[in-house]
């Protein structure tokens, strides 16, 4: 694996290459439009092939960049505190995984999930999962069904033969459209619970209705430093969070220099609390 010196003098290198490549692009943009006074067929030969050359080619690098910059940020930033870290890149977060964790609804449709910039590491025992998802679920829009988006960071931790945790759903009661609530639980199996936390909803499906005392405790805290939480799924052997809006990478273009303030930023403000609710998760019994 690179170090974090080798990762941001690549990223420099690559940087350098498209700024020159820009360069190339507008002197050849200036061209085309001069050469059209002299020669129309010309200049337009020469514009059509710049464009070629922006779409097939520039572009391409910007995005690669872009890429190589996100992964930076997480690996060096994001998942800073964190050992055996791995960067999963696009596609990480599978339909069938997603379901699996009975969090959120989603539609049958093959395209109806887009995860990015995932990763996995270590934090003590916990094995954690994380990525920027976006997806579609069906809901009801003026009296029909359609389908309504879905966007932010799923965290996981997963602690095998822990057996703590529970079964439970903390929804936000304004995550979902009513009616694709409603269906949603009833398909999952969920009865109501009371959480005691305003504006959420508790479920479940086992024979423990209401988590420890303690345990609301800690959810009440996680929603006071977490503003958009939309979902925290408790299982025995996984924990999740879904934090609506919140990406943890943002959109680096070739004028943004990978500098080490910036690479070992942390991208994602609610990391810290996440983690304080996954050990406290982990330690109950």
Sequence with gaps: METFSETRQA????????????????????????LILV?????????????????????????????????????????APWRDVAYAGDQCLTAQQLQDLQMLPLHSAKNALLSRHGFSAAAGTLRLTGSEVTLHYPAQVGGRQSFKFLSGTLLTARQPSNGAGGDWLLLAGG??????REAFLAQCGYSPGESGIEGYG???????????????RRMEKLVKHCPGLGAVRLCPESASIFIKGRFYTGRYRPNIAPDEALLRQNGLPERDEAMAFFRFWAQLS
């Excluded at 030969?45 to 391409?60: D, E, H, K, Q, T």
């Excluded at 995550?175 to 694709?180: G, N």
Aim: hydrophobic share 50%; with cysteine; glycine share 6%.
């Design 202 to 216: 508790l479920y479940h499906h086992s024979a423990d209705a209401a988590p420890p005392a303690a345990l609301t």
């Design 175 to 180: 995550l979902l459209e009513p009616q694709a």
């Design 11 to 34: 990223l420099e290198r690559q940087r350098v290459r498209i700024r020159w490549m820009f360069a190339l692009h507008v002197a050849l943009y200036a061209a085309a439009v001069g």
């Design 39 to 79: 020669s129309q067929p010309l200049g337009m030969a020469v514009g059509i092939g710049n464009i070629a050359y922006y779409l097939f080619r520039l572009r391409r690098k910007m995005k690669s960049y872009d890429s190589a910059m996100a992964r930076a940020c997480v690996v060096y930033g994001l998942c």
